[in-house]
């Protein structure tokens, strides 16, 4: 029975976090809007042909995308009981695009192996106990940092997403890369939802409503819905043209059932990319995968571990050597998929923003990904536009944590400004953690205190250097 002290409640220490059933299931349904945009996003991202002409499939990336995501995320909750939910990593899967779209020889199922691969050694580096050093071999304050950096980077992807903030051409006179709407103003219905979600979201946290922000993703949308079937609003970009006025991707509508279509499982090559690039240019590809996901999933899981309270007093998060293997196994299981590599979504602080604090809230969301697999509707019936007020609202929550920086030390304050002012300004959690693992280790040499650093974390920052250094070694190599 769904009641405190039962065998579920003992199972997912739901009583012992300091939240109940109807938290759990509201976090849940919180964290499946969220991120759910995924399922029509990761298709458009990988919809280019490949050397040979290939396609991967709008129909089929959508379906395995959604299935792939509700299995790992089900996985999370059972096995390591954290409200964490997995999909395909935006930041892996562009490069993924971009790489399989510039250098001619390479298929599909070469670049989703190189996945595959990536995915197998981060698994040997979990099982080995590495990955779980490195962790725990981060000073707290530039763990602190990377909350802080999460929640801009969190609040930013929601102004963006809503077209609050929005990207500037980079043409000629540009003076600023983003701005506010469209030519400096706001514009369109689809942005006036996000406002007012915005502002209703605000109003139920400050007066401490249950349920706040699932309220305002449901009252947010509501009013997408009637907008669009009133006034016909449409996407912001069909396909041929483009309506800054419009929703910025999904334009709320029903769609009809439609059977799955699963034909890209065990489609990956593992090592085509080799046979096709040679060994250099793929193992350096591989590398960058590699170093992302491994950064990343770290980056996020701090953040919303700390954002739920359940970082022990001693910095170390229960389970988390299970949290870690089920995030390498959203590489193999993902690239084996051909949707590219999945991860833990910053989205799932939504979920948290509204309760939720086990992995009972990751089931509820890997089982409503399950359901999406069939039934599109809901998917395509929540704009960005509706769920981007919980991403700003949960980024501040994060942001909050920024009081527990040394400000006086150093060596630890200018690492972690560049490590929560790079992850929303190159959006990407790895670029902010490198740069800040990097100048930790610099500033404590500097200051002559180099005995200080942990040895794993010359290792990491020396990982990092060669990352960054990714670019001028592939023009060395002649690599494209």
Same mark, same amino acid.
């Given at each position: 029975m769904l009641k405190q002290g039962s065998a579920l409640d003992r199972y997912f220490k739901i009583s012992e976090r300091g939240s109940n059933f109807s938290r759990e299931i509201r976090g849940g349904f919180a964290t499946f809007f969220a991120m759910s945009y995924i399922v029509?996003?990761?298709?458009?991202? &990988?919809? =280019?042909?490949?050397?040979? *002409?290939?396609?991967?499939?709008? /129909?089929? $990336? @959508?379906?395995? !995308?959604?299935? #792939?995501?509700?299995?790992?995320?089900?996985?999370?909750?059972?096995?390591?009981?954290?409200?964490?939910?997995?999909?395909?990593?935006?930041?892996?899967?562009?490069?993924?695009?971009?790489?399989?779209?510039?250098?001619?020889?390479?298929?599909?199922?070469?670049?989703?192996?190189?996945?595959?691969?990536?995915?197998?050694?981060?698994?040997?580096?979990?099982?080995?106990?590495?990955?779980?050093?490195?962790?725990?071999?981060?000073?707290?304050?530039?763990?602190?940092?990377?909350?802080?950096?999460?929640?801009?980077?969190?609040? &930013?992807? =929601?102004?963006?997403?809503? *077209?609050?903030?929005?990207?500037? /051409?980079? $043409? @000629?006179?540009? !003076?600023?890369? #983003?701005?506010?709407?469209?030519?400096?103003?706001?514009?369109?219905?689809?942005?006036?939802?996000?406002?007012f979600g915005l502002i209703l979201t605000i109003a139920l946290v400050v007066r401490k409503v249950k349920g706040a922000i699932l309220i305002g993703i449901v009252a947010s949308t509501i009013l997408s819905v009637i907008l669009e079937f009133t006034l016909h609003i449409g996407p912001s970009f069909d396909g041929k043209t483009h309506n800054p006025a419009g929703w910025s991707l999904v334009a709320p509508k029903f769609s009809e059932w439609a059977a799955p279509d699963l034909s890209l499982i065990g489609k990956a090559n593992p090592f085509g990319a080799f046979e096709h690039l040679g060994f250099v240019a793929a193992t350096l590809l591989a590398f960058v995968i590699l170093l992302s996901i491994f950064f990343d999933a770290m980056g996020t899981m701090v953040g919303l571990a700390t954002e739920a309270g359940t970082i022990d007093k001693d910095g170390n998060i229960p389970n988390v050597d299970r949290v870690l293997q089920v995030d390498a196994l959203g590489a193999i299981i993902g690239g084996g998929a051909s949707v590219s590599s999945n991860q833990i979504y910053v989205e799932s602080g939504a979920g948290i923003g509204e309760g939720a604090r086990t992995g009972l809230a990751s089931i509820v969301t890997g089982l409503l990904f399950l359901v999406a697999m069939f039934f599109t509707p809901l998917i395509n019936l929540v704009p960005f536009e509706a769920v981007a007020p919980a991403l700003v609202v949960v980024g501040f929550m994060m942001v909050s944590q920024v009081g527990k920086i040394d400000w006086k030390d150093l060596g630890i304050a200018i690492p972690a400004f560049l490590t929560f002012t790079l992850m929303p300004f190159t959006y990407s959690i790895a670029n902010g953690l490198g740069a800040g693992f990097i100048m930790f280790v610099l500033i404590r040499t500097f200051q002559g205190r180099a005995r200080e650093v942990h040895p794993l974390m010359w290792a990491v920052a020396a990982a990092f250097l060669l990352f960054f250094a990714i670019g001028p070694i592939e023009a060395a190599l002649g690599i494209h």
């Open positions: 029509v996003l990761n298709p458009l991202i &990988l919809s =280019g042909p490949d050397s040979s *002409g290939d396609t991967l499939g709008f /129909p089929a $990336v @959508a379906a395995v !995308t959604a299935l #792939v995501a509700g299995i790992l995320t089900i996985l999370m909750g059972a096995w390591a009981k954290h409200p964490f939910a997995l999909a395909t990593g935006l930041g892996v899967n562009a490069f993924v695009a971009v790489t399989v779209a510039t250098n001619p020889g390479l298929t599909w199922p070469d670049m989703m192996g190189l996945v595959v691969l990536s995915g197998v050694t981060m698994l040997i580096l979990v099982l080995t106990g590495f990955r779980t050093a490195v962790f725990k071999a981060v000073p707290e304050g530039l763990k602190t940092a990377i909350v802080v950096g999460i929640g801009l980077f969190i609040a &930013l992807i =929601g102004l963006v997403n809503a *077209g609050f903030v929005r990207r500037i /051409p980079d $043409v @000629a006179g540009t !003076t600023v890369p #983003v701005g506010l709407g469209f030519d400096g103003k706001l514009l369109g219905w689809p942005t006036l939802v996000f406002v």
